[in-house]
């Protein structure tokens, strides 16, 4: 008795190949759901919010073209302005920290203060731009 052979049929003509495809859509698919970048999360007020924030309640600060912070004319590093913002917000929680930077400054220091205002949890927070002396 003869058998029948069939005919083999290569990986890309076969079923196979195109079950496979469909898998690896669905499982790329499903990993990047999970490689969301949030970037900063900072909660910002309503859009009709009608919050008013008093001269007294301003803590502000300025960064310098070094990328220094500077707080009432002097100096400071990032630990210590983390107290200064602590322990003022802990007196006043309804305060408000500025930080106008200048143009020059190395935007990882800039970056680091946004992160010391997001781990702080500053309800209140602002930065702009130095604006140039003509």
Do not use: H
């Amino acid at each position: 008795m003869k058998f029948k052979r069939s005919k083999k049929t290569g990986f890309l003509e076969s079923c196979a190949a195109s079950d496979l495809a469909f898998l690896l859509i669905i499982y790329f698919i499903v990993i990047a759901g999970f490689n969301i970048n949030q970037g900063f999360l900072m909660n910002l007020p309503a859009k009709d919010s009608q919050r008013l924030i008093l001269r007294e309640d301003l803590l502000r600060f300025e960064m310098n073209n070094e990328g220094e912070i500077i707080y009432t004319d002097e100096v400071i590093d990032i630990t210590r302005t983390r107290n200064i913002i602590y322990t003022t917000l802990k007196e006043n929680p309804d305060i408000a920290v500025i930080i106008t930077i200048d143009k020059e400054a190395r935007w990882q220091n800039v970056v680091s203060f946004v992160e010391l205002a997001q781990d702080l949890q500053i309800d209140a927070f602002s930065f702009s731009m130095k604006k140039e002396i003509q």
